[in-house]
């Protein structure tokens, strides 16, 4: 049965760092794309990093771009979030989820072009 579960999340000061697990289970993990996906109170839920099938390519939301990286350990089958100078913006519940190709589409992130989802990990940023 295919399972991601997001992991790592917590509360943290404004400037500090994260890092959010998603393991997968129960599927060749090695063959899609993962994206991360965040929901803050009141939003809409936004697309925030995808990774390629092999690590290759790698794509951030604008507002995330050079303080988020994303990357993949598939003989572990997992993947990052490594979140760096965290500001209160970013808090939200961080989602892992599986796309049903190996490549990360171009241009924003679409819920609608990931088929499974995890159960999501609270990061709160906050002093």
């Known amino acids: 049965q295919l399972q991601l579960v997001e992991s790592g999340g917590g509360l943290v000061q404004p400037g500090g760092s994260l890092r959010l697990s998603c393991a997968a289970s129960?599927?060749?993990?090695?063959?899609?794309?993962i994206g991360w996906f965040r929901q803050g109170p009141g939003k809409e839920r936004e697309g925030v990093s995808c990774?390629?099938?092999?690590?290759?390519?790698?794509n951030h939301v604008d507002s995330v771009k050079g303080r988020f990286t994303i990357s993949r350990d598939n003989a572990k089958n997992t993947v990052y979030l490594q979140m760096n100078s965290l500001k209160p913006e970013d808090t939200a519940v961080y989602y892992c989820?599986?796309?049903?190709?190996?490549?990360?589409?171009?241009?924003?992130?679409?819920?609608?072009?990931?088929?499974?989802w995890g159960q999501g990990t609270q990061v709160t940023v906050s002093s």
């Open positions: 989820a599986l796309a049903p190709r190996a490549i990360c589409l171009p241009g924003p992130m679409n819920a609608v072009d990931f088929s499974s």
């Open positions: 129960g599927f060749t993990w090695r063959y899609y794309a």
């Open positions: 990774i390629s099938s092999s690590g290759g390519s790698t």
